[in-house]
C-alpha cells in the first residue's frame, strides 16, 4: 500500500553514502545491506532453528524430568488428570466477555456499517463478518492470533478481579515453569555449562502449545484486562503470553492490513528501549521513530518505508487509536540483567518523515500519555532507585526512621508516615527471628545433619530429608511449594552458602514500613522483588495454646499459624502443564498448636495487609530444630512485585470490617 500522507519518499534519492563519491559508485558494485525488524538493544534473538531429528523439544526436555520431580511419597492419592473444560474455562470466559459485549452493539445497531460514537468499534466490518458464534470448541493445535480489534470498557469491579485473578495465575504458572525449566536444564548439563539457560522460552513455549496464552483470541486495542499499569516484567517472552504486546523481537505491535476488515494495518502497543537513536522519551511526551532500515547491528543503513509497523502508526493517529506503551531498560538486581514495564496508553497526535542522525530517513511520531492514569511504572522504579540512596534528599518530611530494626538485619527497615501522627511501630522491640521455648530444641530433635563440605548436593542427607530434592534452585528461587521445607542448619557441615540455607541469610530487599489511608500500616520494598524469591520471616514469640488463652485475655494480640491459607500450593503447580502432577505432601507436618504473641517484640512482617489475593505466601522451614510442630513462618513472593507496591498475605482470618489483622490497624 502506497503512503497514506504526502511524505517524501527518501528511497527514490541517493544515499548520503552513495552522494559521497560518483566515481567511485559507477566502479564498485552496490552493497545492498539486509534490513530487519526492529529490536531491542540487549534483546539475545529467538532462536529458530530447525530441529534435528531425535533432538529434544522444551516441552520433551520437561516431561523427561516430570516424573522424578513430581513423584511423592507411597502414601500420596493419585492425582485425578485436571478436566480439559476446567483448564479452559478461564480462558473462555474471558472470549465470552468479550463477545457478548461486541454481540449488544450488533443488536442495537443492527448493522454496524453505521456505528454509534460511543461503540468503541475500531473500523467497520461487513455484517458477514462480525457473525459471533456461541459454540466454544476446544482447539488441539495452538490458537492463531485473531483478526478481530475490540476494546474492553467498563468493567465492573468484580470483573477487574477475576480478570486480574487470571492474569496472576497465568503469570504465576509461567514463572513457576521458567524457573523449573533452567533449573532441569541446569541439572542436566551442570550449571556455567554451555551457554545460559533459557527458561522463559521454554516456559512460553509450553503454555502456548497447553493454549494457556491469554487474549489470543481477540486483538485487544487500549488495556489488558487485569493488567495494571506499573506491572513488571522480566522477559520479552511474558509479554506475549499475557497479550500484552504480540511480537518477541519487533518493537511496533500491529494488525497486519491483510488481516483487518478494511484492508488498513492498526498499531495496538510499543515497546521503547532506546533501540533507535533518534528517539526521545520526556516520559509523558515520547518522540517514537519507525522501525526498519538497520543493519544487525542496531546500526540505520537505509531510509525507512512507510509500510508494516510504520503505516499502522500513522493509521492509528488516523483514526485516534491509542496504543499501550511499554518501557524496557537494563536494572541491576535483574534475573535476565532488564526489565519491561507497562506503562499506560498514549495517543499518537502527530508524524512526520525526517532525516537522522545517521543521515537516513526515518519516520517518527509523536505520542502523548492519556491523562488520569496512574503513575507510570518506569517513573516509580526510578524513583525507588533514588530512595535507595538519598531518602531524605527525596523526601525530607515523612521519615520516623531510617532503620526500626537498630541494625540488627542485613539492610535497613525504613519507618515512613505522612499522614497522621501515629509512631504505634517505634514503640515494639523489633525481633529479627521467632523466639522458641526451650523444649522445642530437645523435643523430636536427634542433631543430624549432613556431611557436605564443599556444598550440598542432589543425593544428600538433608535433600532426602526433603522427599529428594531440594525447594530451592541454584539462585535461591522457591522451585515449588511444601508442606514443609528442611534446610541445612546447625548440625550440617556445610558452609553458609550452601544452597539449601536460604532463609537463614536474613533480609535482602529494603522494606519499608508506611502509613496508608486505606490499609493503616502496610509493608512496601524499595526493590524489585523477583517472583519465588525470598522476603524475611515472620517473626514473634511462641506460645503454646495454653499460654495464648492467657494472653488473650490480657488484650494480646496473637497470630495463630495454622490460619493462614496454604497459598504455598499455588506455588509451582504445574497441573496444567503436565497431567501426572501431584501437589506435594512430602515431608508431612501435622496441624500445627501454637500461637505468636507480636505484642511487645515483632519484626516487620507484622505490618503486611491482609488480601485474599495477596503477593506474598507462607512457607513452613525448620533449620535450627526438627522439631515438626514448631516451623519458621517465612515469606516467598508469588509473583513480581515492583518496588513501592504494597505487599499482602492472606492471613485466612481477618476483620470482616477493616479487612485487616487488628494488629495492622
Known amino acids: 500500500m502506497g503512503s497514506i500522507v504526502p511524505f517524501q519518499d527518501l528511497n527514490l534519492m541517493p544515499s548520503p553514502s552513495a552522494a559521497a563519491s560518483t566515481a567511485a559508485a559507477a566502479t564498485l558494485p552496490l552493497l545492498t545491506p539486509k534490513i530487519e525488524p526492529k529490536t531491542e538493544p540487549f534483546d539475545e534473538p529467538v532462536p529458530t532453528h530447525q530441529l534435528e531429528p531425535g533432538q529434544n523439544t522444551p516441552e520433551s526436555l520437561l516431561s523427561e524430568s516430570a516424573p522424578g520431580f513430581f513423584s511423592n511419597s507411597e502414601n500420596t492419592p493419585e492425582s485425578q488428570p485436571p478436566d480439559r473444560d476446567n483448564v479452559y474455562s478461564e480462558f473462555y470466559r474471558i472470549s465470552e466477555l ?191 521513530t519507525g522501525h526498519g532500515g538497520q543493519d544487525k547491528l542496531s546500526r540505520q543503513c537505509e531510509h525507512q518505508k512507510l509500510e508494516g509497523g510504520n503505516l499502522a502508526m500513522e493509521r492509528s493517529m488516523h483514526y485516534g487509536i491509542e496504543v499501550r506503551v511499554i518501557r524496557g531498560f537494563r536494572y541491576q538486581g535483574s534475573v535476565s540483567s532488564k526489565v519491561y514495564v507497562y506503562d499506560g496508553l498514549y495517543k499518537i497526535h502527530d508524524c512526520w518523515f525526517d532525516v537522522g542522525k545517521s543521515g537516513f530517513g526515518v519516520y517518527k511520531y509523536k505520542l502523548l500519555r492519556i491523562e488520569g492514569q496512574p503513575e507510570m511504572g518506569s ?3 526510578r524513583f525507588a532507585d533514588s530512595l535507595r540512596t538519598k531518602p531524605l534528599s527525596v523526601r525530607p518530611k515523612g521519615y520516623l526512621s531510617l532503620d526500626i530494626s537498630g541494625k540488627k538485619e542485613n539492610v535497613p527497615v525504613l519507618l515512613f508516615n505522612d499522614i497522621d501522627g501515629d509512631y504505634e511501630p517505634l514503640y515494639y522491640e ?74 537463614q541469610r536474613g533480609l535482602r530487599n529494603r522494606l519499608e514500613v508506611f502509613r496508608s489511608r486505606e490499609t493503616g500500616w502496610g509493608v512496601r520494598s524499595l526493590d524489585l522483588i ?80 491482609h488480601s485474599p489475593t495477596p503477593n506474598v505466601m507462607v512457607q513452613f522451614v525448620l533449620y535450627d530444630h526438627n522439631n515438626l510442630m514448631f516451623p519458621h513462618l517465612m515469606l516467598f513472593a508469588l509473583e513480581n512485585i515492583p518496588p513501592l507496591r504494597e505487599l499482602s498475605i492472606d492471613y485466612g482470618v481477618a476483620d470482616e470490617w477493616s479487612g485487616k489483622l487488628a494488629i495492622c490497624n
Not at 558 to 569: C, D, E, H, Q, V
Open 98 to 288: 468479550f463477545r457478548t459485549a461486541f454481540a449488544k452493539r450488533l443488536r442495537k445497531y443492527g448493522d454496524v456499517d453505521v456505528l454509534d460514537p460511543d461503540s468503541r468499534a475500531i473500523v467497520t466490518v461487513n455484517h458477514q463478518d462480525a457473525r459471533l458464534s456461541n459454540a466454544v470448541v476446544p482447539r488441539t493445535k495452538p490458537m492463531k492470533r485473531s483478526g478481530e480489534l475490540v476494546r474492553v470498557t467498563d468493567l465492573s469491579a468484580e470483573d477487574e478481579r477475576y480478570f486480574r485473578d487470571v492474569v496472576r495465575r497465568t503469570r504465576m504458572l509461567y514463572d513457576s515453569l521458567r524457573v523449573f525449566a533452567v533449573y532441569e536444564e541446569e541439572k542436566r548439563r551442570g550449571i556455567g555449562q554451555g551457554r545460559r539457560a533459557r527458561g522463559d522460552l521454554t516456559a512460553s513455549s509450553v503454555m502456548k502449545e497447553r493454549q494457556l496464552w491469554l487474549n489470543r483470541d481477540k486483538r485487544i486495542v487500549g488495556s489488558i484486562p487485569g493488567v495494571q499499569i506499573g506491572d513488571v516484567f522480566f522477559f520479552r517472552m511474558e509479554l506475549l503470553v499475557v497479550g500484552l504486546h504480540g511480537h518477541s523481537q519487533a518493537g511496533i505491535d500491529y494488525l497486519p492490513g491483510s488481516q483487518s476488515a478494511n484492508g488498513e494495518p492498526i498499531a495496538t502497543s510499543i515497546i521503547v528501549s532506546g533501540g533507535y537513536e533518534d528517539d526521545e522519551d520526556a516520559g509523558d511526551v515520547l518522540i517514537y
Open 379 to 381: 517513573a516509580i522504579l
Open 430 to 503: 523489633y525481633l529479627v527471628r521467632t523466639v522458641f521455648p526451650p523444649f522445642v530444641f530437645t523435643q523430636g530433635s536427634n542433631g543430624a545433619g549432613c556431611d557436605c563440605v564443599s556444598g550440598c548436593t542432589d543425593r544428600c542427607f538433608c535433600a532426602v530429608k526433603n522427599g529428594g530434592e531440594f525447594a530451592y534452585d541454584h539462585n535461591g528461587y522457591l522451585l515449588r511449594g511444601k508442606p514443609v521445607i528442611f534446610e541445612c542448619g546447625a548440625f550440617c557441615q556445610c558452609p553458609p552458602t550452601c544452597r539449601n540455607r536460604v532463609t
Open 530 to 609: 523477583h517472583a519465588g524469591a525470598f522476603i524475611c520471616e515472620y517473626a514473634g514469640v511462641v506460645l503454646t495454646m495454653e499460654q495464648a488463652q492467657i494472653f488473650s485475655m490480657n488484650g494480646d494480640s496473637l497470630i495463630y499459624p495454622n490460619r493462614f491459607s496454604a497459598r504455598w500450593g499455588e506455588w509451582g503447580d504445574l497441573s496444567q502443564v503436565f497431567s501426572d502432577y501431584m501437589r506435594p505432601s512430602h515431608p508431612s507436618i501435622p496441624p500445627l498448636d501454637f500461637a505468636m504473641d507480636v505484642s511487645r517484640m515483632r519484626n516487620v512482617a507484622c505490618y503486611i495487609s
